[in-house]
């Protein structure tokens, strides 16, 4: 399965098979967190078999169900922590759909559980993300169209069809109950390179910051990446 197949095919899942993680794919997602810890200066965790985060009663109000695997999105508290939990973690989430993993991301509905995660000074959790084999493999929710979160300052019938698919990609990312805050410009071309400004909008529920990191990863998935420059 490609990045871009997985993107299309995946849901949000809440409930899950008790099993533990096969080791394959546990080893690949702990492969892939070293990684981003390194790139998005990041203290990711996987924690594995452990099913209190998930039994409180803010789960049950999430609908949690074996939720006894998941990652700890973690970091140094600074402006950006937010859309770099986002862009990297839906790097994983992504990656476990490849493995044949389902995942949600989760933003209240968790406990922490003392002893299960590490943080270093000036750290704080912003996350986390439930991850396992899903009793379903979820369900699509009803999305915004291209033309409500994207725009371009040139004529339209010129702008690149890649910035298009971009937009596709980023409007089946998941977001904060789906709400899409986010916006996609196509700016014109500086020093022979296209140029795209995304942009997080406002919302009463927040998380929109890291709605925005998600949303970029997936346009960067459906746009190329080595077509274009964030401005």
């Known amino acids: 399965m490609t990045l871009q197949e997985a ?25 892939a967190i070293d990684e981003v810890n390194q790139k998005g200066n990041l203290h990711v965790q996987l924690i594995q078999n452990e099913p209190k985060a998930f039994l409180g009663t803010l789960a049950k109000y999430g609908k949690f169900r074996n939720a006894n695997n ?38 209240l509905s968790y406990k ?29 929710h009803k999305i915004k169209t291209v033309e409500q979160v994207s725009s371009s300052k040139n004529d339209a019938a010129n702008t690149p069809s890649w910035f298009r698919k971009g937009v596709e990609a980023a409007l089946l990312a998941p977001t904060a109950v789906n709400q899409q805050k986010f916006s996609f410009e196509y700016v014109g071309v500086k020093d ?6 995304a942009k997080k909008g406002f919302s009463l529920i927040g998380y929109c910051q890291m709605d925005l990191g998600i949303a970029k990863y997936h346009f960067e998935i459906g746009a190329g990446k080595e077509n274009f420059d964030w401005v």
């Open 112 to 140: 922490k559980v003392p002893g299960t995660y590490v943080l270093d000074e000036g750290e704080k959790i912003a996350c986390y993300i439930a991850v396992g084999y899903g009793e379903t493999q979820g369900v699509s």
């Open 70 to 107: 998941y990652i700890v999105m973690a970091g140094k508290k600074t402006e950006d922590l937010d859309e770099r939990v986002g862009y990297y973690g839906e790097h994983l989430v992504l990656l476990a759909q490849t493995l044949g993993l389902n995942t949600c991301w989760v933003g």
């Open 192 to 197: 022979n390179r296209h140029q795209v400004r």
């Open 7 to 31: 993107i299309e095919v995946r849901h949000s899942v809440r409930a899950y098979k008790d099993l533990p993680l096969e080791e394959k794919a546990a080893r690949a997602l702990k492969e």
